[in-house]
C-alpha cells in the first residue's frame, strides 16, 4: 500500500511519515501543493493525507484538480482549520474524510486503514484468503492461526493482494504500490518477495496467471 | 412622514410663519390702499359739490342766501339723507340744504381766506352720525362779505366700503393662504423624498439585505451616504482581516499542537506523558472555541447579514452522512428550508454541524433535521436523534460548561457548549429535551430570524 502526505510543516511530515512506514505503508512527501499536485496525478497511490494549508497552492485546489482528472484514490483531509464551513467544503471538492488536527496519529492510522479498505471493497479490518488472515489494524499475518512474521516489502505486497482479491494484478502495479517513489525500483524484486510469501506462508494461495500477474483467490 | 422635531415639521412651520406673515402684511397695505382710494373719490366728489354749491349760490333780493338753480344730487333734498351744504359767514349758518331740516353744520370758526378747499376731521351730524367736512372760504361777484360754503358727507360709507372690501380681501387671502400651505407640504414632501430613500436603504441595509446602502442621493446627503459606505467598507475589510488572522493563528497553534500530540503519544504510558497529552487537548479546544467566539462576536454584531438556512443544513446532512461511511446514517431534513437566518453561514454551520455531529456519535441511525419558523424574528433548528439522550438532570451540566470557559474539561471538545455561546451570542439559545418520535436527544437551537 503505498500513500502520498501533502504536508508543509517539516516536522509533523516527519512524524506522519515514520508513523506510517512503522505501518508497513510506501509513503511519499510533498511539501507543497504543487508537487502534491503532480505527484497525485502521476503516481497510483492507495491513499493521500492532505493538508488544506499548502504554500504554493491550496489543497482544495489540489484536490478538486484530481477529482476533476478522475483521479478516485481516497483522501483523507488533515488540516488546522477545523470549522464545518470548511468539511463541508473539503467533502463536497471530493474529500473521503476529514481529520482536524492536533490528531491522535492513531486514529489518522485507523482512518486510512479503513478509506483503503472500503477503496478496495473490503468492509472488515481482518482480511483473510483461505487459511491466511492479515489484520490491517497491526500488519500481523497468520496462516491457521499460526503467526508469520514478513518484512516491510513482503507484508505490502500480500496486504496490496489481499485488497484486491479475486483480481489479477501486475507485476508493475504491485511495483508501483509497494515501493515509494524515490526507492530504486526493479519490478524483478516482486518475483523474489513473491517467491519468499509462498514460502513463508506455506500455503499456495499465490496464482501466478502467467505474462499478466499474480492473483488470490476471491472465496475466503 | 412627518414627525416631531422632524425636517418636514421644521420646513413646514417657517413655510407656514412666513404664509401668514406676508398675507396679513398684504391684507393690511391693501386695505389702507383701498380706504385712501375710497376717501380720495369721496374728496374729489365732495369738492365738485362744493363748487357746485359755491356756483349756484346767489344774493337774492331779499338779502338771503340760495341757490339759484337745482342742486344735481337730490339728496341734498331729502333730510338727513347724509349729504349735506351749509352757507355761514365764519359764524352764523346764512343758509343750508333741506336735508339738515333744522339742523346746522357744527362751525369750528371761519376757515382760511385762501380759496382752497379745507377738508375738516370729523363732526356730528343732524343725526348724531359722524360727519366728514370740506369747506372754503368763496367771494361771491355781488362784493359781499366772503362766505364759508361747507358740504359734508357721512363718514360711514368710507368705514362700510373699507369693511366689506377688507372682508372680501381676508377671505381671499385666507384661500391664497391654505393654497400656499399646501404647496408647502408638497414641497416639503417632494423635497424630503431622497431622505425618505435613505431612510428605507438604511433599514435594507439593517436588515441584512445589502451590505452597503445603495442609490444616488443628491449632493447634501451623498457624502454622508459615501463616508458611510466607506465605514462599512473598511468594517466588513476589518472583519474579514480578522478572521484571516484568526484563521492563520489556529493554522499556526494546531500544526506544532499536532507535532506536539504526537511525540508525546511516542512517550508512552508515563504520567508526564499523559499530563501533555491532556494539557494540549485542552490548548486545541481553548482555541477553537475562543476563535469560533471571537469571530461569532465580530459577525453578530457586523452589519446585518442573512443566510438562507435550507442549503447549509443539506450541506452538513451529506457531509456528516459522508464522514460516517461505516454507519449508514438516515438524515432526513424537513420543515421549512427557505427561511433566512439573521447571521452568518459559517456560525450557523458551526452550530448545527456540532448539533448533527453530536446526533451522529449517540444515534443508533435515525437523525432528524427540523427547520421552522419560531414567530415573525426567530426560526427554529431541531436535531433529534434516536440514541440513549441525556437525563433530565445532566442537560443543564452539559451546557452550564459553555459559560463557565475554566471548567471546560481536557478532552470534552466543543459539543454542545459552543454551540449554546453562539446561539446566546446572537441573541438565541439552545434547548435540550427528549425528542418524542425518535426517543433520543432533541436540541432545539432557536435564532434570529431574517
Known sequence: MRLLIAEDDPELRRQLREALEAAHYAVDCAPDGEEAAFLGETEPYDAVVLDLGLPRRDGLSVLRGWRGQGRTMPVLILTARGTWQEKVEGMDAGADDYLAKPFRMEELLARLRALIRRAGGQAAAELTCGPVSLDTRTGRVSVSGRPVTLTAHELRVLSYLMHHRGRVVS??????????????????????????????????????ERGLGYRLDAAP | MIRRGSLGLRLLGLAALWVVLALVGAGIALTDLFRN????????HMELHL????????????????????????????????LYWQVSDGGE?????????????????????????????????????????WERRVHL??????????????????????????RALALSLGILALGL??????????????????????????????????????????????????????????VERARTQAGNLAHALKTPLAVITNSV????????????????????????????????????????????IG???????????????????????????????????????????????????????SIRVTLSAAGEKALSITVADDGPGIPDDRRDTVLARGIRLDEAMPGSGLGLAIVDDLARLYGGGLELGQDEALGGLAARLVLPRA
Not at chain 1, 174 to 187: G, I
Not at chain 2, 98 to 107: A, E, I, K
Request: aromatic letters at 2%; one cysteine or more; hydrophobic letters at 45%.
Open chain 2, 181 to 238: 400651505l399646501a404647496a408647502a407640504v408638497a414641497q416639503v414632501r417632494l423635497g424630503l423624498v431622497p431622505l425618505d430613500r435613505l431612510r428605507q436603504a438604511l433599514g435594507e441595509m439593517r436588515a441584512g439585505r445589502v451590505a452597503r446602502v445603495v442609490g444616488a442621493f443628491p449632493s447634501e446627503v451623498q457624502p454622508l451616504v459615501d463616508d458611510l459606505n466607506q465605514v462599512l467598507d473598511d468594517n466588513a475589510e476589518m
Open chain 2, 51 to 82: 363748487d357746485e354749491v359755491t356756483a349756484a349760490l346767489a344774493r337774492q333780493p331779499d338779502g338771503t342766501l340760495a341757490p339759484v338753480r337745482a342742486l344735481t344730487d337730490p339728496r341734498f333734498n331729502r333730510p338727513l339723507s347724509g
Open chain 2, 37 to 44: 382710494h375710497v376717501e380720495a373719490e369721496l374728496s374729489r
Open chain 2, 311 to 365: 442549503p447549509l443544513v443539506a450541506g452538513l446532512a451529506r457531509t456528516i452522512a459522508r464522514l460516517h461511511p461505516d454507519r449508514p446514517l438516515d438524515i432526513r431534513v424537513s420543515g421549512d428550508d427557505a427561511l433566512l437566518f439573521r447571521g452568518e453561514g459559517q456560525d450557523l454551520q458551526e452550530m448545527v454541524g456540532n448539533l448533527m455531529e453530536n446526533a451522529a456519535k449517540w444515534c443508533a441511525g
Open chain 2, 93 to 133: 349758518a346764512l343758509a343750508r340744504s333741506r336735508s339738515l331740516w333744522d339742523q346746522s353744520l357744527p362751525m369750528a370758526g371761519p376757515v382760511a381766506d385762501d380759496g382752497a378747499v379745507h377738508r375738516r376731521g370729523v363732526a356730528t351730524g343732524p343725526d348724531g352720525a359722524r360727519l366728514l367736512v
Open chain 2, 141 to 166: 361777484p355781488d362784493g359781499g362779505a366772503p362766505l364759508d360754503v361747507a358740504v359734508a358727507s357721512q363718514g360711514g360709507s368710507v368705514e362700510a366700503a373699507t369693511g366689506s372690501f377688507a
Open chain 2, 265 to 308: 503519544a511516542a512517550l508512552g504510558n508515563a504520567d508526564s506523558a499523559r499530563v501533555i497529552a491532556a494539557e494540549t487537548d485542552r490548548m486545541r479546544s481553548q482555541i477553537d472555541r475562543h476563535l469560533t467566539r471571537a469571530r461569532a462576536a465580530a459577525m453578530a454584531r457586523g452589519a446585518g447579514l442573512r443566510t438562507p
Open chain 1, 171 to 208: 507485476r508493475t502495479e504491485l511495483t508501483e504500490h509497494v515501493y515509494a517513489q524515490d526507492f530504486d525500483r526493479d519490478s524483478n524484486t516482486i518475483e523474489v518477495f513473491i517467491g519468499r510469501l509462498r514460502r513463508k506462508l506455506g500455503v499456495d494461495v499465490i496464482h501466478t
